[in-house]
């Protein structure tokens, strides 16, 4: 795992928490900021997994 890796998923569970944090106090604005993070989460993860790949391959 690449650094990218690693904090891509931490943002993702970060953010799923705010998220769920937002559902249970009823707070728009909190459920948003996670669905936010916790997308750019799963595209740094990508990204990661995407160098892994290459790296790989050569």
Do not use: P, T, Y
Request: proline share 0%; no cysteine; hydrophobic share 35%.
């Amino acid at each position: 795992m690449n650094k990218d890796q690693i904090k891509g998923r931490i943002e993702e569970v970060k953010g799923k928490v705010k998220e769920a944090a937002g559902v249970i106090l009823d707070d728009d604005a909190l459920k948003i900021e996670g669905n936010v993070q916790k997308n750019v989460g799963k595209v740094q993860s990508g990204l990661g997994d995407l160098k892994e790949d290459i790296k790989d391959s050569i």
